[in-house]
């Protein structure tokens, strides 16, 4: 991933596809903004260790939807994957 021109560290892509992993798994989470608040709660640390992640600090909704569009994923497809089967 490109770097931020504000100096800023990029999130691990890693991190980024895996809760993308989440979100179409767990029916609990009903959008990014949402999942982004609830996995930077302590009682989710069994995700955030899936994650790979230490703390609480989690990656914005803004930097899902980033990593959405570098890889050319629509509202649409995403809404589709969503759907339960």
Same mark, same amino acid.
């Given at each position: 991933?490109?770097?931020?021109?504000?100096?800023?560290?990029?999130?691990?892509?890693?991190?980024?596809?895996?809760?993308? /992993?989440?979100?179409?798994?767990? &029916?609990?989470?009903?959008?990014?903004?949402?999942? !982004?608040?609830? $996995? #930077?709660?302590?009682?989710?640390?069994?995700?955030?260790?899936?994650?790979? /992640?230490?703390?609480?600090?989690? &990656?914005?909704?803004?930097?899902?939807?980033?990593? !959405?569009?570098? $890889? #050319?994923?629509?509202?649409?497809?995403?809404?589709?994957?969503?759907?339960?089967?």
């Amino acid at each position: 991933m490109r770097t931020d021109p504000r100096g800023r560290k990029p999130w691990d892509a890693v991190i980024l596809f895996r809760m993308h /992993i989440l979100f179409f798994t767990r &029916p609990e989470f009903i959008s990014f903004r949402q999942m !982004c608040k609830e $996995l #930077s709660k302590a009682k989710h640390q069994d995700y955030r260790n899936f994650l790979c /992640i230490t703390g609480t600090k989690v &990656p914005s909704h803004e930097a899902l939807s980033r990593f !959405c569009t570098l $890889l #050319s994923i629509s509202d649409d497809t995403i809404n589709e994957l969503s759907k339960p089967f």
